[in-house]
């Protein structure tokens, strides 16, 4: 699914930024999201984060101050992972980023693009990787083409990111770009590395003091951790706030 062909950047090379609350925190990331897609003219794609930490930037974007600075005809909106319910489960990340986002923010309809979850688990899965070939012109990634312009990503506890979680076989797909994940509660669909990694940038968003040991040792290069195995064709950067950052500063 990927050539490699080009040098990529790791966690060890990301930047990253630390903010005083969680509020501020996602304010200082719609803003950094609302410059680059204003860097570009071309359809800018991203792959959204789900849980609870992207809430507050979704509100931020969807705010009045970008009614204007994001040219919102030019977004298209793709999911990282996805819990296996209904998309009107209250457990689901399409339907929180449709309540705090897509409803108050004039994306295009024909841009928004869920994970599937309305049938079997693998099934679903391979739906979604068929949908990003399409999108993407090719059977095989490259390097030097990202899929997306941006990934957002989250950090659990554990150090997971997307659903690439602990002790998966989610962890060691190198071929698909669109993963089942059958070993959990509730089932879940992911991107792998593969996917993740073309794309031009990674704003990885993380708060809450219950993150600070898993930031700590993902930024050390703890590669037991899922998430400090990312990496990007392009840049990846960190926003953070105080209680998350806090182990940083005591291994400083």
């Known amino acids: 699914m990927e050539n490699h062909s080009l040098a ?24 950094w999201i609302a410059d680059r897609i204003a860097a570009v003219t071309h359809l800018f794609r991203v792959a959204l984060s789900g849980g609870t930490t992207p ?22 909106l793709f999911w990282g992972d996805e819990r296996f319910v209904p ?15 897509l409803a108050h923010a004039p994306v295009l309809i024909d841009h928004v693009h869920p994970i599937p979850t309305d049938g079997d688990l693998d099934n679903c899965a391979r739906r979604y990787e068929a949908l990003l070939k ?7 990634l490259s390097l030097s083409r990202p899929l997306f312009d941006l990934v957002l990503l989250g950090l659990g506890p554990d150090g997971h990111t997307a659903s690439l979680l602990p ?25 792998t590395y593969p996917a993740i990694r073309s794309s031009a940038a990674i704003l990885f968003l ?4 219950d993150k600070a ?38 291994a400083a």
């Open 8 to 31: 990529m950047t790791d966690i060890a090379s990301s930047e990253l930024f630390v903010f005083s609350d969680p509020r501020s925190t996602a304010a200082a990331a719609a803003s």
């Open 87 to 101: 998309h009107n489960d209250p457990r689901s990340n399409y339907r929180m980023a449709r309540e705090t986002l």
């Open 213 to 250: 040991d898993a930031l700590r040792r993902v930024r050390q290069g703890d590669t037991s951790l899922p998430a400090a195995r990312i990496q990007s064709a392009g840049e990846i950067v960190w926003f953070v706030d105080h209680d998350a950052a806090a182990s940083l500063a005591e």
């Open 134 to 140: 399409r999108v993407y012109g090719a059977e095989t």
């Open 206 to 209: 993380v708060t809450g003091a």
């Open 167 to 191: 002790g998966t076989q989610a962890l060691k797909e190198r071929t698909h770009c669109v993963a089942p994940v059958g070993n959990t509660d509730p089932q879940r669909i992911t991107l």
């Open 55 to 76: 809430g507050l930037l979704y509100d931020e974007l969807a705010s009045r101050k970008y009614r204007n600075r994001i040219d919102w005809k030019r977004l298209e």
